[in-house]
Structures are given as C-alpha cells and as structure tokens.
C-alpha cells in the first residue's frame, strides 16, 4: 500500500476528507433549515395578529350595525311624543305631524303612516281589550284620511312583553273608503299606560300595498313601540 511521509495511507486519508466534507454540507443544511424555519415563524405572526385583529374589528362593526338597526335611532328621528296630561312619551319619526283628538297621526300623504291614540277617557281590563278601546277613538278620529277607517282585519297577534311593558301585537289590513273601497296593511301594539289604554298603530296607504312600504312601516311601529317609557 502507498503512504505518504507520515507513514499515512493515501486512500484512508481521501476518506477522511470527503467524510469531513460530508459533514460540513449536512451542518450547513441543517444551520439554513433552522434558520429558515425562525423566518417563516417570524413572518407568520403578524399575519395572524393581523386576522385576529380584522376578525374583532368586524365582530364589533356588525354589533355596532345592530344596535343602530335595533335601536331605530336612524328612524326615531321626529323627536319625542309626549300624551296630553299623562306621562306616557314616545319617539316619532320625522313625518308630518297632525293632532286628531285623541290620536296623533304622523303620515307621509298617499303613502303611509302612524299614529298614537290614548283612550284617555276609558279604561282596559287587559291589553287586548286596550286595542278594542284605542281603535274605537281611531276610527272617528281618521275620518279624514283615506275616506275615512271602516275596519280592521287582524291575521296574526299576540301578547307579548317588550321590557317591562305588556302589550297586544297585531297585524292585519284596515279597510277604508266610502265610495271607494280598499284595504291597507296594518301592524301595532296596543298597550295600557298611566291608567289608560294606548295604541301605536302604522298603515300602508298607497295603493301599490308595496314590500317596500310594508318593511318600513313595521320598522318605525317596532322602534317605536320600544321607545315607550314614563319619564322625558
């Protein structure tokens, strides 16, 4: 066997080397493997961070949309009713306002409205009897409008408590007119308050009896409905 002046054999030492540059290459693999997992770790975070932020943001962006919708403060906008010599108030929105006795009507002509009828003469033996007092003052008290109330046909109803306040749900049509005979789609509450029987009730009145018209009547009769309190 050949060996150099060291008394080394030459093939020994070529497996020395390349066993050494075996080595190294496997140590520089594994120093940029560790590296490169360091990198992706740190570039990851924020990202995550980043969806965990944008996920809180939208949770409260549709809490926030919520409550506004629920609230009805972007419909309630005509200030507050207050009930001749009783502590019964109530939000309205920012229609026409017109003083009928008993009933104060807030209506967009030919197209829609609500209205607020206090029995302040009579009394209720229950919430659904405080809808067949309020809508008795309604009829003569809608005489001019729409050729005047006939009737109402209610379909669905219920009693129902909104906060502490007991009141009647119903929905139906009211059937107007003399000469010309139509019906209107209706939605209210009655309810009794300070002593007295009371009704916030709202109609659609255009002939087209539109999806449109109906959705915007029962948001404005449900916010209201939860704007009533005894106090300013």
Known sequence: ??????????????????????????????????????????NSSPSISSNNSQIATNKNENTMQDTQNNSGTNILSGGTYKVPMKDIYIDT?????????????????????????????????????????????????MQNYEGGVNSINITNE??????????????????????????????????ILDGIPCEIIGSVIDESQSAELIEEVSAVVNAMIQTVRTTE
Do not use: C
Request: glycine content about 6%; charged content about 20%.
């Open 93 to 141: 929105p920012n229609w026409q306002e017109i003083e009928q006795a008993y009933t104060e009507l807030f209506i967009i002509h030919d197209s829609k409205y609500v209205a607020i009828t206090a029995a302040r003469k009579s009394t209720a033996t229950d919430v659904k009897n405080a809808h067949n007092e309020a809508f008795k003052e309604f009829i003569p008290n």
């Open 158 to 191: 219920k009693e129902t408590t909104i906060g502490n306040l007991k009141t009647y749900y119903f929905e139906g049509t009211i059937n107007y007119g003399r000469d010309t005979i139509h019906d209107g789609y209706a939605i209210g509450y009655s309810f």
């Open 1 to 42: 066997m050949l060996k150099d002046k060291k008394g080394i054999g030459l093939i020994p030492l070529i497996l020395i080397i390349i066993a050494i540059v075996i080595i190294g290459a496997i140590a520089i693999v594994l120093f940029m493997n560790n590296n490169k997992e360091k990198d992706v770790s740190k």
